[in-house]
């Protein structure tokens, strides 16, 4: 079973809206990372909250943590079209350098 | 910026056959990492390492071998590539302490 797994498995919103995807996770964590991948590019990094913070902004997106319930949100206000992505949340497990990555959210937006 | 790039792009390969890819970063990152990504599994560890010299198993590493011979350039290989190895790979360099990776565009491996 997978150590972080975000939900729903897809989603699709029209430009403009704003959208929510969120993340479980199972072990106590240092730190907790959001990342986006558009088609045919690699990962890369959103935000990143470590286990001390409850809220991080970064332009339109805003990520909570939740270490009582292990979840994660990110938020995305004002979505536009190249918001298109999978969007992954990966955690570490407490002193170790390995990050876990979840199947992702598959976002869509549409015109 | 952060630069991680990868070669080959593309690479068709046979059953039976070695594959080397290879991962050089300009970061001065110690850590660096290989990854797979197949549909409904996201991102999957191979190999790690924390620096020049240190290679370390990820979460599935049967059937690859890793490289890091210097702080720059870190290899993947597949010594008797399968079907089952067909996939989309991704390297990565990190500072410590679960901080940021940044990836390379990925390379994507097809064997026959």
């Known amino acids: 079973s997978q150590l972080a797994e975000e939900n729903p498995w897809a989603l699709s919103v029209h430009e403009g809206e704003s959208v929510t995807v969120n993340c479980s996770y199972k072990?106590?964590?240092?730190?907790l990372q959001w990342y986006r991948q558009k088609s045919g590019e690699g990962p890369a990094q959103l935000i990143l909250i470590r286990s001390n913070e409850r809220e991080k902004r970064n332009g339109r997106l805003r990520a909570t943590l939740d270490t009582s319930s292990q979840s994660s949100s990110l938020s995305i206000t004002a979505t536009r079209c190249e918001d298109t992505a999978v969007y992954f949340c990966?955690?570490?497990?407490?002193?170790?350098?390995?990050?876990?990555f979840g199947a992702g959210t598959k976002l869509t937006i549409k015109p | 910026e952060a630069a991680v790039t990868q070669s080959p792009r593309n690479k068709v390969a046979v059953t039976g056959g070695k594959v080397t890819l290879s991962c050089n970063q300009t970061?001065?990152?110690?850590?660096m990492y290989w990854y797979r990504q197949d549909t409904g599994h996201g991102l999957r560890l191979i190999h790690y390492?924390?620096?020049?010299?240190?290679?370390e198993k990820g979460d599935i590493p049967d059937g690859y071998k890793a490289s890091r011979p210097s702080q720059e350039n870190f290899s993947l290989i597949l010594e008797l590539a399968t079907p089952s190895q067909t996939s989309v790979y991704f390297c990565a360099s990190g500072g410590v302490n679960q901080d940021t990776q940044y990836f390379g565009p990925g390379t994507r491996l097809l064997v026959l």
């Open positions: 072990t106590s964590i240092t730190a």
């Open positions: 990966a955690t570490d497990a407490h002193g170790n350098e390995k990050i876990t």
């Open positions: 390492s924390y620096g020049a010299g240190s290679t």
């Open positions: 970061n001065n990152h110690n850590n």
